[in-house]
DNA sequence: GTGAAAGCGCTAACAG
DNA sequence: CTGTTAGCGCTTTCAC
């Protein structure tokens, strides 16, 4: 028999359909005899429940979807690997979306899932606030690397992060920085915007800003010439892959990094600890973003879980030193 | 209403049920006047149609799964794009599974989504070829990078690549390699390694084995000083994750990377353009080969499609000579 | 061209 | 503890 059913399963094991759906679904309310003689009878017709028949009538699918805002992007990589394996462990399916950069894609896949899976984490969401608080009307939503009120989240701490980067360049003896701007719709770019900011501020040194910039190596000619054109000693790119291509670009134009000037990056990328200089990064916890994320959601899946778990994670960052960043040139 | 059902629709529009069920799926079926009407009311409502209860009645789930044996080496995740992207064009859903090098747990997670997905793409299965057969007659299955006959596949051609490895060697003099094999169960590396040395055999030339080895960074070590008991004046590692551990483990023991010894990986991943020296690899369209895996799979799923497409592609490598392989040194 | 009704595979009352 | 039965939302004969 191609794919048996419960009915096949009831007829060969002389019982009702009942029966074999509690041997299943809750096997306490069957009486062990039956219960085993059922699940025989189950396994030699090799019949598998039909998850979605199952759904159908539970209204819950065991599935959940992460969407990642451009999965070019190997920073995403460590989410979805956290994701995926917190998922896993729950006997969860995991349904993977790539945004490509565009909320109007984003949203469309979402809406096209909204009545097939549990639930949405969102990495680094491009999606307005209120579009994502409709789709929270809709279903559990767990944000990645974004906050709204309202929403769970998780995050890299990077106000503390940040701040981290800027006393690290202050201990060098820098006394002015530019940071190199992630698109303008991410939040990402405009929380490290100005925790830099801020902590420049406090530590009393300049800062100022350049870009959007898409955060790709390709990017990082434009971004380092831009970075150029201000009297800074020190460069905080968007993230590593931005900082890659600056790199290279300066090593092209002949400025040495880090002997004229220091180059930072974000997210501790695989690559950035083997590309020349080595690059100092603002990694942390990403498969542990992940990991929480989809923990979060199962949660809110679960009657009564809504409440078990704080809806606001932040994980610490860790400042990555490496060969990058050096003592500010004599201005 | 939270989900509004074709009854709910069909009350609004005073119509029937499957008036509202066939202006969506058969939208001849039905004259423009009603079908604009019903569609009209749903769209007011946000009616959604219900992707399961739709798989229920008719078995296809516009659901494809991809499993990866290792989640975790980036090379993978260029075919996951791949294979993500051509889904996503036909309105499929794609789900993600890594099987962590595990076969067992390859196998379960298969089993798992037998009857919610229409088919599988199975990159890099380390499964046995009964295994894969039996899948194979349950669901569509299409393999990436490994074949077996009957199965339709996907694979780089690394016969051809493997030969042209072996001739750049040789034209820089090298007279002995040495391949430091995948895992045992990988059809990749035994590929490589026979395709290695009949190139080798072809052009006279001595070529040996060691390993095998987890494709991994941390692998290296053990790897490198492997090719050093050997005399081998070149190393073919069974990917870039090996090589790049490879070349650092080199640096380490003060062996020079290509004047001592010339290395060559597989799969160009992002990381060996940017490590030092840069690495010579073999590289091909990793994209492609899942876009052209996922779209063999939907014509299998498609009524008379089986036929239309040939069941076994064949794309070419291309080897990107970087700055990790050299002249040979004076033996 | 459209409606009524059966059924996809499963679960959850409700009886017994 | 187990059987009967009514749907979950949709598609599809079969009538009209």
New interface residues.
Partial sequence: MA?PTIYDVAAAAGVATSTVSRAFSTPTRVSARTREHVLAVAAELGY??????R??FSGR?H?VAMVVSD??N?HY?EL??GA??RA?AS?Y??????AEESPRIEYD?I??????VDGFVLAASRLPDENLEQIAAQRPVVLMNRELGGIPSVVLDHVQGCRQIVEHLVSLGHRHLVYLAGPRNSWMASTRWSALRTAAESLGIAAERVGPFMPKVSQGGAAADGALTTRATAIVAHNDLLA?GVVQRLAQRGVRVPDDVSVVGFDDI??SD???PRLTTLGGAHVEVGRAAVEILLDMATPNGRTRTPPRVVLPTELVLRGSTGTARET
């Fill in positions: 794919h598998r429940p039909n998850p979605h028949a759904a159908l699918h599935t999965i070019t190997p990589f979805i690997r995926e394996l896993k006997e399916t995991l349904v993977l979306v790539n896949q809406q096209r899932l909204v009545s097939s890659i695989f690559a083997l590309c020349t």
